[in-house]
C-alpha cells in the first residue's frame, strides 16, 4: 500500500498506528503542507479536496477519509481487530472516534486557521485562541466521558485498543505540538499513553516521521 501523508497530520497518524497494528506493509509520501504541495494539482489528482491522507491500496484509486480507510482496513485484515465484536461497545468506540475525528479535529486544520486569518483579519495569535478553543472543547467532552462513563477501561472502549484510541492519539500529538494545557484532563492523559506504550502506535507518532521537527 502507498500513502500520502503529512508528519503533522492527525489524520494520516490515525491511519499509520491502524497500518502497524494490523502489520500492515506500506510507503509513506510526506507532502510538506506549510509549503502548500498538497494543494497543488499533482495531489487534487489524487484527493481533489487536498487533504491527507490519500491511501492506494490497489490499482483503483486512493482510499480517503482516515474514518473510512480504518474502516476498509477492519474488514479486509480483520485478523487483528480495532473495533470490538458487540454492536453495543462498538457504537461507543465509533462515538468517540467520530467526536475527534468529525467535530474537534476539522476545527484546527491548516485550512481553517487559514481562512480565520484571511477572511476574518485575524492575527496567528486570535487564531491559534481558536485553535486552543477547538482542542480544549473536544478533551472537556472527552475527560467528562472517559472518567464516567462504564465502557471505559485500559483504553477507550474496554481493554482493547480500537479506532478510539488512535483517534485519540492523534489529538493527543496535537496538544504537544500546539502547546495546548492537558493538565485537566488525567483520564484523557492516561489512556493517550498506554496507546503510545504500544510500539506499533510509538513508530506512528508524527514526531518521529520524516519532516518533523528534532524536538
Ligand atoms: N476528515 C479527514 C481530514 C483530512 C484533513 O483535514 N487532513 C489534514 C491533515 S490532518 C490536511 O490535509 N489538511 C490540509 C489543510 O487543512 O489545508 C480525515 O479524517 O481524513
Known sequence: MKMYGNWRSAASFRVRAALNLKGIPYEEVFLDIDAGEHTQPDFLAINPQGAVPALFVDDGPPLTQSLAILDYLEETH???PLLPADPRPRARARSLAQLIACDTHPLYTPRVRKQLMKAYDLSKERAMEFLHFAFTNGLKTLETRLASEP?????MQGDAVSHADLCLVSLWAGTGIFGVDTSPYPTVKRIAEACLALDAVARAH???QPGAPAA
Open 78 to 80: 480483520p485478523e487483528v
Open 151 to 155: 465502557g471505559s477501561g485500559r483504553f
Open 206 to 208: 508524527p514526531l518521529k
